[in-house]
């Protein structure tokens, strides 16, 4: 990973097919840290320290340095090296920012990493984002072997049906300030998208096609 000693734009790779688009974060890969604290932010605030800044929705115009930047696509992000700090000049009125810290958060457990207000049970090692997905399209279907995420609805509203082979539940995400965790496993669905919704994915493994269970009959027959 490439080591930043000014404020820049990252481009994050993303991928997009007819069910919508996703767009990636990796701890060391896309981002110069390893991530401790995920938050976001409807209303501007002045940003000190070090920190990855994206604009989910909308855009902002922020003042880094001696230097102007335009945030206006969740495709890129502003890197904030850790001895300076970003001020948001302008911004439009749908504006959410996904910020992304080093810093994890004390606790009776001692140092532990933090999503909005909540403690997560790991270590956050990749981030994804689904936006822009069409009315009555599906995402997941499918299960981790390994892999623990917690899901948030950054914007807009989404369900999630957790399936483990003998019962079902389906929760409705309509605030960020609710989340739903899915434990190593679990058969997952997302779908009933509202317009504009996007819909925060924070996992506690890097990318690794073999930890994904895909054929749903199999994993009912534990046959993976």
């Known amino acids: 990973m490439t080591s930043y000693t000014k404020p820049c ?13 996703i767009t990636f974060i990796e701890e060391l890969r ?5 991530i401790g604290c995920v938050d976001w ?5 002045n940003i000190d320290g070090e ?13 880094s340095g001696n230097s102007n930047f335009v945030l206006d696509s969740n495709d890129n992000g502003i890197y904030i090296p850790k001895q300076f700090s970003c001020k948001i ?8 920012l996904l910020i992304l810290r080093p810093d994890k958060h004390e606790s009776d457990e001692g140092l532990r990493p933090v999503v909005g207000t909540q403690f997560v049970p790991f270590d956050i090692k990749r981030i994804y984002y689904i936006s822009d997905v069409p009315s009555g399209k599906i995402r997941g279907n499918h299960a981790h072997k390994s892999l623990a995420q917690l899901l948030v609805a950054i914007n807009g509203s989404l ?3 957790l399936d483990n082979s003998t019962s079902k539940h389906t929760y409705t995400l ?12 679990m058969w997952r669905t997302v779908k009933k998208f509202s317009p504009g919704a996007v819909c925060l994915v924070v996992s506690s493994e890097l990318y690794d096609e073999s930890d994904y269970i895909r054929d749903y009959d199999q994993y009912v027959a534990g046959k993976y």
């Open 159 to 161: 369900e999630v049906t």
């Open 9 to 21: 734009i990252i481009a994050l790779p993303s991928v997009s097919d007819d069910r919508g688009k």
């Open 41 to 45: 932010r409807l209303k501007s605030e």
């Open 174 to 185: 309509d605030s960020p300030n609710k989340a739903t965790y899915i434990e190593p496993g």
């Open 51 to 63: 920190a990855f800044v994206i604009p989910l929705c909308g855009h902002v115009k922020v003042a």
């Open 30 to 34: 896309n981002i110069p840290f390893a």
């Open 89 to 96: 000049m302008e911004e439009s009125d749908n504006a959410t």
